[in-house]
């Protein structure tokens, strides 16, 4: 007895000497100790990823265009951070913490994209719907009384008069001059080393384009491309960040080499869309509209991001450009970055598969339906319709903040109804469970990237829509397993739906859709918390540049 009282004595002196030390700690101390391991954690939700590729086909040439297109695209960071933030070096001079400098880099802000647009540094408030593209202090019906004609412009700023307090806009070319200078210059550069002649005249174009705003003939050299290796996408292109209305675009770049082997086995599928978009699940009057059939399907590989396609959640195919009259005179081009999507199968979709997909159905969790999954999401981005039916004018422009994750939903939803369509006509080979086993292992993947992503919005109402109409059921241990007959029927239904939400340009009815079903509810948070405890990383982040291509100058 004696020992035994001497042994808990002893235990209740320790610990009362730990609490003494830790009550000696500043309470600061104590409180960068929790954030560092909470931010520990925020950076472990992503994987790193070497982007490299075989660059042993390439020219001479060629080779010595990847630095100067790589410095290019570099510059669209910098642009960028005006755009969503402000001023980087202002921000990352306030914080210590090198593990907070390194999350604030991957988010480009202080607010985490992974949950919400959640500020993760103290004394920061919530992140402008706007951005920084308007000022923050500016009300919607301010924006809407203002008398501009180019205030809804993609290409300008909305800026305040410090005396006056009246509103005023900025051309991206005023704004960004010298650097856009310096990027201008450095595609020139490229241009006279390219021998292809339509990459050529597209740099050339590109390099114009970002000196007066005006990039219709560079999109249209960029669709009559055919025969380029490499390739740059680079400029103010999509409108995420513009949560406010959705107007404005925010500048980004990739560097890119086509894997011209894959981009010959995708070039067929381009025929099927007249048929495809003729097949729509939906009345005549949503899909009059012709896909031009110009539009080309390639593979590439990845070998630098920038700007707005490199913060948070990564893309890993891309549909462009996204100028209505270029769509509907040429088409679009979707490209397919294969490495970086190899990347988030092999190191994400296959171990969520694992845990949340049910064993006797993980057989189906397949690359290749992965990739084609992907593919006709970037396809279906051309069906459809771009114009309303009412006189409301463009989707874009009836549907506001809420146009992009309706068009994600779309692309998502019609990609997997055109599998199914060129399934039964037998030009797709594989078993259909593979698509839509991968298609749910797919939707877990994206939900994670939270409702302040506009794919993650998209994901959320397809799986509350699924869920509803019996698509899947979740088991008693807690894996999912699907249920073919009626997800063909839901993937039909939903595709009908938000079909018809983008012909009426019914900005009521899609607020209320995001409103019910946009949401992640508590089991399957409970789902998602359980991937974070298993250290399943939600994204990647890129080991990238001229020394990991081994081009260093």
Not at 17 to 40: H, S, Y
Not at 70 to 93: C, H, P, R, S
Not at 252 to 260: I, Q
Request: charged letters at 30%.
């Amino acid at each position: 007895m004696r020992i035994k009282f001497l042994i808990i004595s002893l235990f209740f002196i320790l610990i009362s000497a730990c609490k003494t030390d830790n009550a000696r700690l500043p309470k600061k101390q104590v409180k960068e100790t929790n954030i560092k391991t909470e931010m520990q954690k925020n950076i472990d939700s992503y994987i790193s990823v070497k982007l490299t590729t075989d660059l042993s086909k390439l020219s001479v040439n060629q080779k010595k265009m990847i630095p100067l297109l790589i410095k290019a695209a570099d510059i669209m960071n910098e642009l960028f951070w005006e755009e969503t933030y402000g001023n980087k070096q202002v921000l990352l001079a306030k914080v210590n913490d090198k593990n907070t400098q390194k999350y604030i880099e991957i988010n480009y802000g202080p607010w985490d994209r992974l949950k919400d647009n959640n500020p993760f540094i103290d004394g920061i408030g919530e992140k402008p719907e706007g951005a920084n593209f308007y000022p923050s202090d500016m009300q919607k019906e301010e924006f809407e009384a203002f008398k501009s004609d180019d205030k809804k412009d993609l290409y300008t700023f909305v800026r305040r008069n410090e005396d006056t307090g009246a509103l005023y806009t900025v051309p991206y070319h005023k704004m960004f001059e010298t650097q856009l200078k310096q990027v201008a210059g450095l595609l020139s550069e490229a241009a006279v080393l390219a021998q292809d002649t339509s990459l050529k005249k597209y740099l050339h174009l590109r390099a114009k384009a970002l000196l007066d705003d005006d990039y219709f003939e560079s999109d249209m050299a960029w669709m009559d491309m055919k025969t380029n290796q490499l390739d740059i996408v680079i400029g103010p292109i999509e409108t995420y960040e513009d949560k406010l209305f959705g107007y404005k675009a925010a500048h980004e770049g990739y560097v890119l080499v086509k894997d011209m082997v894959w981009s010959k086995k995708l070039a067929k599928f381009v025929s099927f869309l007249p048929e495809l978009q003729a097949n729509l699940p939906v009345d005549d009057k949503y899909k009059q509209e012709k896909p031009a059939a110009k539009s080309d399907l390639n593979a590439y590989d990845v070998i630098y991001y920038a700007g707005d396609c490199n913060s948070g959640g990564k893309t890993i195919a891309i549909n462009l450009p996204n100028d209505e009259k270029v769509q509907l005179e040429k088409g679009s081009r979707r490209l397919q970055l294969k490495n970086a999507m190899q990347a988030k199968f092999d190191k994400i979709l296959l171990p969520i598969s694992d845990m949340l997909i049910t064993k006797d159905q993980q057989q189906y969790i397949k690359f290749d339906a992965f990739f084609a999954n992907t593919m006709f999401h970037e396809v279906a981005h051309g069906l459809g319709i771009k114009n309303t039916i009412n006189g409301k004018g463009t989707v874009r422009e009836a549907l506001k903040k809420y146009y992009s994750a309706l068009e994600e939903g779309k692309a998502d939803i019609l990609g997997l109804y055109m599998v199914q369509q060129l399934h039964d006509k037998g030009e797709i080979d594989g078993d259909m469970k593979d698509y839509m086993t991968t298609f749910l292992a797919s939707i877990f993947r994206s939900v994670r990237f939270g409702a302040a992503d506009a794919h993650g919005i998209a994901n959320m109402v397809r799986f509350n829509f699924f869920k509803d109409k019996g698509a899947f059921t979740r088991n008693e241990d807690g894996t999912y397993s699907v249920n073919y007959d009626k997800m063909g029927i839901a993937v039909k239904d939903l595709s009908q739906l938000i079909l018809s939400l983008q012909g009426e340009g019914d900005f009521e009815g899609v607020s209320k859709l995001v409103a019910e079903k946009g949401i992640i509810d508590a089991q399957l948070q409970k789902d998602l918390d359980r991937l974070s405890d298993a250290n399943i990383p939600v994204d990647i982040v890129f080991e990238q540049g001229v020394k990991v291509l081994g081009l260093e100058r």
